[in-house]
């Protein structure tokens, strides 16, 4: 189910981290999530390309303190943008689950 | 033991260098950053946490590989819509050169040249309106982020799609050079023959670079095929 909320979730970390390499988003999202969203880390990277290639990301290279070159990501517009759409889709649905639970409560088995 | 991980990495992507060589760069700074984290004072192990946490070196190239099909797909896409403009370009400048030089085809191979044209003006405008088709059809589609079914069905349509636009415009070529040696046969030769056949070697080569960019995305998605299998 995470890996379907990917996109969204590197994006969100993106915003709130403005320009960072792939380990540094890496870590952000584990911070911000409190450690739930601790994903295997070589998926993050294929999720960067594909979403620099669908130009909601840009990138460049740097040198890291360590000498070693280093890619940078940031937000695009149009990056801006789809992580707007995507954040009020997911308040939508997210309000929706929270209004069919609070009408609800789960039916205690019998011992 | 990152070197390892990063050479092996770097091997299943070898059908994409540039990725490749990007991919290895990336990911090595990452290991190592990773490693230098992990306070366990034992550098062996620092690496193979690091390794481990990234994951299967295969399972991470099949990703990369769909995202650099999807690039070579959407390259395909734009390098028919060049190639056609390309032909279409040469073709107009070998009519205005006839033009221009009051050529014409003899009366005896008039009829014969009234076909040739039409079927060449048919072909064209077919590839023409295909390999837009094909151009709009992967671009407005999302970039996968697996090889599976779905995606193999756009491919699929994109590439018999692509497949049919270049057939048409080997067809348009082929008219073409029908009717340039209609044009120019029986005249002996001579410096103005330089255009027409400067302009038939350019759309020659424009096919050509159509056919091998539709041959790449398709050995592209057979690596991709073969990654996500094992």
């Given amino acids: 189910m995470l890996k379907g909320h990917l996109d969204m979730i590197v994006l969100a970390a993106l915003a709130a981290a403005g320009s960072a390499h792939g380990y540094a988003i890496i870590e952000e999202i584990r911070r911000r999530s409190g450690g739930a969203f ?8 294929p999720a960067l390309h594909r979403l620099e290639q669908a130009g909601l990301l840009s990138s460049r290279w740097t040198i890291a303190d360590s000498g070693r070159r280093r890619r940078v990501y940031s937000l695009t517009k ?14 939508q649905f997210s309000d929706a689950i929270a209004g069919l639970l609070a009408g609800s409560r789960p039916r205690e088995t019998p011992a | 033991m990152i070197e390892t991980y990063l050479d ?4 299943e992507l070898d059908f994409d260098r540039a990725l490749s060589r990007r991919v290895r ?11 230098a984290t992990n306070r366990s004072g ?22 990369f590989a769909v995202v650099s099909l999807a690039r070579a797909s959407r390259r395909a896409g734009i390098a028919a819509l060049v190639v056609i403009a390309g032909v279409f370009m040469a073709m107009k400048a070998r009519v205005a050169w006839y033009a221009a030089l009051q050529w014409a085809i003899g009366d ?7 076909v040739v044209i039409l079927i060449d003006r048919y072909a064209f405008l077919s590839s023409l309106i295909i390999a837009l088709g094909g151009w709009i059809y992967i671009h407005s589609r999302r970039i996968p982020s697996a090889f599976d079914p779905a995606y193999r069905r756009q491919l699929g349509r994109f590439f018999l799609l692509c497949a049919v636009a270049a057939a048409a415009l080997v067809v348009s070529v082929i008219s073409d050079a029908v ?28 096919v050509r670079v159509l056919v091998l960019r539709i041959r790449s995305v398709a050995l592209r998605a057979a690596s991709t095929a073969a990654l996500t299998r094992r």
Avoid: C
């Fill in chain 1, 78 to 91: 149009a990056g801006t943008r789809a992580l707007a759409e995507r954040h009020a889709v997911w308040k």
């Fill in chain 1, 38 to 45: 601790d994903l295997p880390e070589g998926t993050i990277y």
């Fill in chain 2, 42 to 63: 034992d550098s062996f192990e620092a690496q193979r946490r690091a390794v481990a946490n990234f994951g299967d070196a295969r399972a991470v190239a099949a990703e």
């Fill in chain 2, 108 to 114: 005896d191979m008039r009829a014969l040249g009234s």
């Fill in chain 2, 25 to 35: 760069l990336e990911v090595e700074d990452h290991l190592w950053e990773a490693a």
């Fill in chain 2, 8 to 11: 092996q990495l770097a091997r």
């Fill in chain 2, 179 to 206: 009717l340039t040696a209609l044009q120019l046969r029986g005249a002996g030769l001579s410096p103005e023959f330089v255009l027409p056949i400067l302009s038939m070697a350019i759309e020659i080569a424009g």
